[in-house]
């Protein structure tokens, strides 16, 4: 007689859970643990010096001299400073020309370097060059070239080609030292704006390209109506981070013309560091640096109303 006996079957139970194990199953709490280092970054690097800079300039504080409440005295007092109004012009202006200046060259070597063109490679690098030197050291190379007496565009024009009798003057009088500081943000920002253009050309499918050629369409009506809307995504994000870079500009202006000739170079930002580090008026100083809040507000916004054209491309808001 056999018997039969039933194998005894092993559950594995789980292990139950404690109120910690919970919690970092949860994927709010999870996103807020990873990201609270980054937040306390931004907190003490970022959002404490604004709050400082704002509180600052509603005060007469002064280096070695704690201030008091005094309003929108500085503010007030800035509406009558000519050289306050020079600076909101020239950074208007300065931000203005060079931000056009450098999306014009810089989606012009996009489109080039997008095309089959030889060695494209080394170009792309060689683009990327004056990106990569530090600022500084950009702006000392720019101080030579325009130093009125051993200026190689002084030499050129007046030694080798003789087209000038004197050399010239391009930092010691204010329009030619507002353009020349123009002429280096622009030689400085090109590689940024080309190459993230670049990137987003890559992202074009050629098939648009196929059908329009089918269609007959000319050069200038692909970029148009294929090129141009397809990049305007990425058209604001870096036309916003331009402008914010190019308004907020600082070691170029200082390294070669420290707001000179007579303050008709300064910039908000190196006028504000002028009265507030060197001439020991922080309540000023914070008070000029705050007045490019509202610029820099509306540059966010622009960069806003520009991603929400990337409807368009998904199909949303088409009846």
Request: with cysteine; aromatic share 16%.
């Amino acid at each position: 007689m056999s018997a039969t006996t039933a194998a005894p079957v092993w559950t594995k139970m789980r292990p139950k859970q404690g109120a910690l194990s919970r919690l970092f199953d949860w994927k709010p709490f999870l996103a807020f643990v990873c990201l609270l280092p980054a937040v306390g970054l931004l907190m003490t690097f970022l959002t404490y010096p604004l709050g400082l800079g704002i509180w600052l300039a509603f005060t007469d504080t002064t280096i070695g001299r704690e201030g008091i409440w005094v309003g929108l005295e500085n503010f007030i007092w800035l509406m009558d400073d000519p050289i306050f109004w020079s600076a909101v012009f020239y950074s208007v202006f300065y931000t203005g020309v060079a931000t056009i200046g450098k999306f014009a060259l810089g989606l012009w070597l996009a489109l080039l370097l997008n095309q089959h063109v030889p060695f494209k490679s080394m170009l792309r690098a060689i683009i990327l060059l004056p990106w990569i030197v530090p600022t500084v050291l950009s702006a000392i190379a720019f101080w030579w070239i325009y130093d009125p007496q051993f200026s190689i565009i002084s030499y050129v024009l007046v030694d080798a080609l003789g087209w000038r009798d004197t050399n010239v003057d391009f930092i010691n009088t204010a329009w030619p030292a507002r353009w020349s500081l123009i002429a280096a943000n622009i030689w400085r920002g090109i590689p940024f704006v080309a190459i993230t253009l670049l990137a987003g050309l890559q992202t074009i499918p050629p098939s648009l390209y196929e059908a329009a050629l089918l269609d007959g369409a000319s050069g200038w009506q692909r970029f148009r109506h294929i090129t141009f809307p397809m990049l305007l995504p990425i058209l604001a994000i870096v036309m916003t981070f331009s402008i914010i870079f190019t308004f907020t500009d600082f070691q170029l202006v200082y390294a070669i013309t420290r707001g000179g000739p007579v303050n008709s170079t300064h910039l908000l930002a190196t006028l504000a560091f002028q009265r507030g580090i060197q001439g020991g008026q922080l309540g000023e100083g914070a008070a000029i640096a705050v007045s490019m809040i509202p610029f820099l507000v509306f540059a966010t916004l622009f960069s806003y109303y520009g991603l929400a054209r990337r409807k368009w491309q998904q199909g949303e808001g088409n009846d």
